[in-house]
Nanobody, 123 residues
Framework: VQLQASGGGLVQAGGSLRLSCAAS????????MGWFRQAPGKEREFVAA????????SYADSVKGRFTISRDNAKNTVYLQTNTLKPEDTAVYYC?????????????????WGKGTQVTVSS
């Protein structure tokens, strides 16, 4: 599967962005999907995950209550709605896919990664 993330940009603290990740290739519903992020000088970290059918989700504590992950299997797209953004949310955001996996938050189980989209939050 090929993944293309979009929707990043520059936003003031307190603002919102909706990230999208379009997938092409194998049947999209065969993949658990996740969002990760990497800030300058830091390791990549888990942000959110969603199961193949969309019925299960999980979030990092740092974004819980502010971010929402969702997917539209008919459109082969996963979304990350980011609200009440903070400067510490500044990072490159990556979407990832795990084939034949129902649901996972473990980065090593994701075999496919997009190129990322930059999110910059100014104070």
């Amino acid at each position: 599967v090929q993944l293309q993330a979009s929707g990043g940009g520059l936003v003031q603290a307190g603002g919102s962005l909706r990230l999208s990740c379009a997938a092409s290739g194998r049947t999209f519903s065969s993949y658990a999907m996740g969002w990760f992020r990497q800030a300058p000088g830091k390791e990549r970290e888990f942000v959110a995950a969603i199961s193949r059918g969309g019925g299960s989700t999980s979030y990092a504590d740092s974004v819980k209550g502010r971010f929402t992950i969702s997917r539209d299997n008919a459109k082969n797209t996963v979304y990350l709605q980011t609200n009440t953004l903070k400067p510490e949310d500044t990072a490159v955001y990556y979407c990832a896919a795990a084939y034949a996996v129902e649901f996972t938050t473990v980065p090593g189980r994701y075999g496919y990664w997009g190129k990322g989209t930059q999110v910059t939050v100014s104070s």
